[in-house]
């Protein structure tokens, strides 16, 4: 089933990542990781719901989103060190 | 038909995540690695989804994948400027071989005024 290697394939770039998130020498460095990570998770959970036919992995998606937006706008708030009602 | 077209797409999609990814290892500072990997990973998952849509035209599961496009073409580039004006301001210093932007000018003017 090529769906597999699909998704062998994205989870091999989050692994890419989590070499980033390790080593990475700043902790802007870190956070971009975590961005670009959030962003594959998306497209693993879309292919998932494709190959299992569960639509509720969809939802998840869509949710993981618009959470990992927000995660990254609160890291680039503290990361300028500026309080998170301005 | 539909299958094959929208496994291509997904195919596409993929090539643009891994040379992301690979962009984010190898480039030497942090705007370089963002840039790279902002701009790639953001396609790349939206042609997935794209690819998704086509395969299943519309059906609830099709929809779902355009919104999810929608979603990730919306707030992927925001958060990558949010993140590089924070990495500036924090004081990481650009790589010695980038051009000079003028933001550290900017950023004076924004204190003055």
């Known amino acids: 089933m090529i769906y597999y290697v699909f998704m062998t394939i994205l989870a091999f770039c989050c692994f890419l990542c989590l070499y980033r998130i390790y080593r990475g020498p700043t902790a802007p460095d870190r956070t971009v990781a975590v961005d670009i990570m959030g962003v594959l998770v998306v497209g693993f959970c879309a292919l998932l719901a494709l190959t299992s036919a569960q639509g509720f992995l969809m939802d998840i998606a869509i ?15 503290y990361l300028e060190g500026k309080k998170f009602n301005e | 038909m539909n299958e094959l077209i929208g496994q291509i797409l997904i195919i596409i999609g993929l090539a643009f995540d891994l040379f992301g990814c690979i962009g984010l290892i190898r480039l030497p500072d942090v705007y370089n690695r963002l840039q790279a990997a902002a701009k790639c990973v953001t396609l790349g998952t939206g042609g997935i989804l794209l690819g998704i849509f086509v395969i299943n035209g519309f059906t609830s599961l099709g929809i779902k994948a355009l919104l999810a496009m929608v ?37 004076k003017h924004d204190a003055v005024a």
């Open chain 1, 63 to 77: 949710a993981w989103t618009l959470q990992s937006y927000v995660a990254v706008l609160a890291l680039a708030k």
């Open chain 2, 71 to 107: 979603f990730v073409f919306l707030t992927s580039p925001t958060a990558a400027q949010a993140l590089s004006r924070a990495a500036y301001i924090s004081g990481i210093k650009p790589w010695e071989k980038s051009v000079d932007t003028g933001l550290e000018e900017e950023l």
